[in-house]
């Protein structure tokens, strides 16, 4: 197996630098290790030049997001593998070694393979991913039963500093989604659900960084999925479909109540598309309304339910 790490960055200069120490320390093969630098102005492609030299393949862009200078890494990477690894995080030093005993004990039908994850930043959170999703491994190597319904629940064992994923596979899916500047990384792991299967190695190998961060933008998230073949006409598309619905229901009440009623009617005209009349959504508005009144303002059915 040859195997290219990437690691996209944008004005991180000490973190890169750190992060790519973790990348030259892993004790399994790595073939190539390409740093793409996403439009930095804090000096980051001199430092790695003058830190790493040959050793890290660097690749400069104007700024374009993480999506773009992932792409990027993927397109110049000339191995079979990818592994991503984001500038403010590190690999453990066996993280590569241990991926690739789990693929040699599963074979060639399991396209990616990730690991459990230390959480960084953020005192809240659980200590690791696996324990954030209550994913128990019973072994050290194991198999991701239904990863499509774990990426849709949000409860997928894995992000994308612990993913090491066919190059082929990626590039079919076309990449990161670039206009989606978050929650990029869970589309494309849902659409990787629909045509690989899913290893793991159950150690947590992966340091991340996890301070708050933004909200997810739900809505393009969900409208994309619809459009998808492996969706339409299955039994996750009237899921997905509610999802939509509850989150356009949970936009128009929030815009009423500003009183930006133009933005409340697109909304709405959104919701029509869903196949809602004029009439069953003032209903289901005033429904929502006595719920919140009767039970208070913290058990409203506006909030998307994660439940299958």
């Given at each position: 197996?040859?195997?290219?790490?990437?690691i996209?960055?944008?004005?991180?200069?000490?973190h890169?630098?750190?992060?790519?120490?973790?990348?030259?320390?892993?004790?399994?093969h790595?073939?190539?290790?390409?740093?793409?630098?996403?439009?930095?102005?804090?000096?980051?492609?001199?430092?790695?030049?003058?830190?790493?030299?040959s050793s890290?393949k660097l690749?400069?862009?104007?700024n374009?997001?993480?999506?773009?200078?992932?792409?990027?890494?993927?397109?110049?990477?000339?191995?079979e593998?990818?592994a991503?690894?984001?500038?403010?995080?590190?690999?453990?030093?066996?993280?590569?070694?241990?991926?690739?005993?789990?693929?040699?004990?599963?074979g060639?039908?399991?396209?990616?393979?990730?690991?459990?994850?230390?959480?960084d930043?953020?005192?809240?959170m659980?200590?690791?991913?696996f324990?954030?999703?209550?994913?128990?491994p019973?072994?050290?190597f194991?198999?991701?039963?239904?990863?499509?319904?774990?990426?849709?629940?949000?409860?997928?064992?894995?992000q994308?500093?612990?993913?090491l994923?066919?190059?082929?596979?990626?590039?079919?899916?076309?990449?990161f989604?670039e206009?989606?500047?978050?929650?990029?990384?869970?589309d494309?792991?849902?659409?990787?659900?629909?045509?690989?299967?899913?290893?793991?190695?159950?150690?947590?190998?992966?340091?991340?960084?996890?301070?708050?961060?933004?909200?997810?933008?739900?809505?393009?998230?969900?409208?994309?999925?619809?459009?998808?073949?492996?969706?339409i006409?299955?039994?996750?598309?009237?899921?997905?479909?509610?999802?939509?619905?509850?989150?356009y229901?949970?936009?128009?009440?929030?815009?009423?109540?500003?009183f930006?009623?133009?933005?409340?009617?697109?909304?709405?005209?959104?919701?029509?598309?869903?196949?809602?009349?004029?009439?069953?959504?003032a209903?289901?508005?005033?429904?929502r309304?006595?719920?919140?009144?009767?039970?208070g303002?913290?058990?409203?059915?506006?909030?998307?339910g994660?439940?299958?």
């Amino acid at each position: 197996m040859s195997i290219s790490a990437i690691i996209p960055a944008y004005n991180r200069r000490s973190h890169l630098i750190r992060a790519v120490e973790s990348v030259l320390a892993q004790t399994g093969h790595l073939d190539e290790v390409i740093v793409v630098d996403d439009g930095s102005t804090d000096g980051t492609a001199e430092a790695v030049r003058a830190q790493f030299g040959s050793s890290v393949k660097l690749f400069t862009q104007k700024n374009a997001g993480a999506s773009a200078a992932r792409n990027r890494g993927v397109r110049e990477a000339r191995s079979e593998w990818v592994a991503f690894l984001d500038s403010d995080d590190v690999w453990l030093p066996t993280k590569i070694e241990r991926q690739l005993e789990a693929l040699d004990m599963f074979g060639l039908e399991f396209g990616v393979c990730f690991t459990d994850n230390l959480h960084d930043g953020c005192p809240d959170m659980p200590s690791s991913r696996f324990k954030e999703v209550s994913f128990t491994p019973s072994a050290p190597f194991g198999v991701l039963d239904d990863p499509v319904r774990c990426t849709m629940t949000g409860t997928q064992p894995f992000q994308t500093s612990s993913l090491l994923a066919k190059r082929a596979l990626i590039q079919e899916l076309g990449g990161f989604d670039e206009s989606m500047a978050i929650g990029e990384d869970t589309d494309l792991f849902f659409r990787l659900s629909f045509k690989t299967k899913f290893c793991y190695a159950a150690e947590p190998l992966v340091r991340m960084d996890r301070a708050p961060s933004r909200p997810v933008p739900l809505e393009r998230r969900f409208a994309k999925w619809l459009t998808m073949p492996e969706v339409i006409g299955t039994e996750f598309e009237p899921i997905i479909r509610e999802w939509l619905r509850r989150l356009y229901y949970s936009s128009v009440e929030a815009k009423l109540h500003d009183f930006r009623f133009a933005p409340a009617l697109n909304r709405m005209s959104r919701l029509r598309a869903l196949g809602d009349t004029y009439p069953s959504i003032a209903r289901t508005l005033f429904s929502r309304k006595i719920h919140k009144a009767v039970r208070g303002p913290n058990s409203s059915p506006q909030s998307i339910g994660w439940e299958l």
